[in-house]
């Protein structure tokens, strides 16, 4: 299964009911498809490396990712994809992409953030199934 995580850039703690959720992915050796922003990509990444898991990728709408804090992750560029784009719509290629790769998403939103609002109204849109945790 790939579970593709998402949240927002201002959460910088895991919620408990997340690491619930994202233990029981390791436990079941998912594939984690994670961004390379910080706030819950970069606590989502050092979790996992905390736990020494490795069935993760992380996925960049550059060349090569802003942050990776896993030491065994692939990556996964957009870059092509991402050619000629820039600000938001930039980092959406990776997020799409996402999406598209994912079976099921766990999105941990503040409430605010734009990014996983519309990465929520995406799988949504996909029909694919997901969890969301308010952080």
């Known amino acids: 299964m790939k ?10 703690k ?4 997340a690491k619930i959720f994202i233990d029981q992915f ?3 050796n998912d594939e984690i498809l994670i961004g390379d922003c910080y706030g819950v990509d970069a606590v ?3 979790h996992l490396e905390s736990k020494s898991f490795s069935n993760i990728t992380v996925y960049c709408s550059g060349v090569n990712p802003r942050n990776n804090f896993t030491s065994s992750a692939k990556i ?6 991402a050619k000629g ?7 959406y290629v990776k997020d ?3 999406a598209k790769d994912c ?11 734009k990014g996983t609002a519309e990465n929520l109204k995406r799988i949504k849109e996909m029909g694919k199934p997901f969890v969301l945790i308010r952080g």
Do not use: Y
């Open 103 to 113: 079976d099921q998403a766990l999105m941990i939103w503040d409430g605010k953030s």
């Open 85 to 91: 784009l820039t600000g938001r719509a930039f980092h």
């Open 76 to 81: 996964h560029s957009c870059a092509e994809a």
């Open 44 to 46: 989502v990444q050092k």
């Open 96 to 98: 799409v992409q996402m």
């Open 26 to 28: 390791i436990e079941n």
């Open 3 to 12: 579970i593709f995580i998402s949240g927002s850039k201002s959460i910088s």
């Open 14 to 17: 895991l919620p408990e009911l």
